[in-house]
Every structure is written in structure tokens, then in C-alpha cells.
Nanobody, 132 residues
């Protein structure tokens, strides 16, 4: 079925950096799109970035608010997907989740697809808190 486990969340000062990890297991990462989402209590879950499956070319897309600051990458030997976050601001404070979608659900430049409903396995989330 597959499992995703996030880690790396922490409390940092504005302008700081964090790297989140999403360790995958139980499925072949090469054949899946992986997305990172974030959610603030009381608000809708927001797609932050996603990376296409390696068999689909591995292209990454980002929501406008994180372009130039966040980088998604994957280490297929370690079956882990990373989210490097730089120049963090208090607006980045949220619980961050990684999720899996079938490779048929490729990332679009507008981050409109895949939608949250297209992802079938989710991690438990990791808290990122940025203070000013």
C-alpha cells in the first residue's frame, strides 16, 4: 500500500532554513508523483510543490509564494523526498505533509494538478514554526 513519514520540522527564526524529509516505503518511488502540502489550523490545505515521477522526467513545480526559496528533490537510493526551505517567513508556519499520487497525475506549472484528491497516501505531517 505504501507509507510516507515526514520529519525535520522545527521552530526557526525568520530568514532561517529547514530541510524536511519524506521517507517512502512499500512502493516504487520511480513511478509516483510526490507532493508537499501545508496546512494552518482552520485553513484549507495548500499545495506547495510537487515533483513528477522519475519515469515521467522528474520535473518539479512550485506555488508562486515559495518559488526561489523552496527546493524539492528526491534521492531514489534512499527512497526519500526532501523539501529544502530557505528565507523562511512567519507566513510559512504550518504543518507540512508529503503525499503520493500515481505517475499519471503529473504536476502542472500552476500547481493546480494533482489536486489533494489525486493523492492516495499521506504522511502524518511535521510542524514548521517561523517566528519574527
Amino acid at each position: 500500500q505504501g507509507q510516507l513519514v515526514e520529519s525535520g520540522g522545527d521552530s526557526v527564526q525568520s530568514g532561517g532554513s529547514l530541510t524536511l524529509s519524506c521517507v517512502t516505503s512499500g512502493f516504487a518511488l520511480d513511478y509516483y508523483t510526490i507532493g508537499w502540502f501545508r496546512q494552518v489550523a482552520g485553513r484549507r490545505r495548500e499545495g506547495v510543490t510537487c515533483i513528477n515521477s522519475r519515469v515521467s522526467g522528474g520535473r518539479a513545480e512550485y506555488v508562486d509564494s515559495v518559488k526561489g526559496r523552496f527546493t524539492i528533490s528526491s534521492d531514489h537510493a534512499k527512497t526519500t523526498v526532501y523539501l529544502q526551505m530557505n528565507s523562511l517567513t512567519p507566513e510559512d508556519t504550518a504543518v507540512y505533509y508529503c503525499a503520493r499520487a500515481d505517475s499519471g497525475h503529473g504536476c502542472t506549472a500552476t500547481m493546480g494538478r494533482p489536486t489533494a484528491r489525486d493523492y492516495d497516501v499521506w504522511g502524518q505531517g511535521t510542524q514548521v514554526t517561523v517566528s519574527s
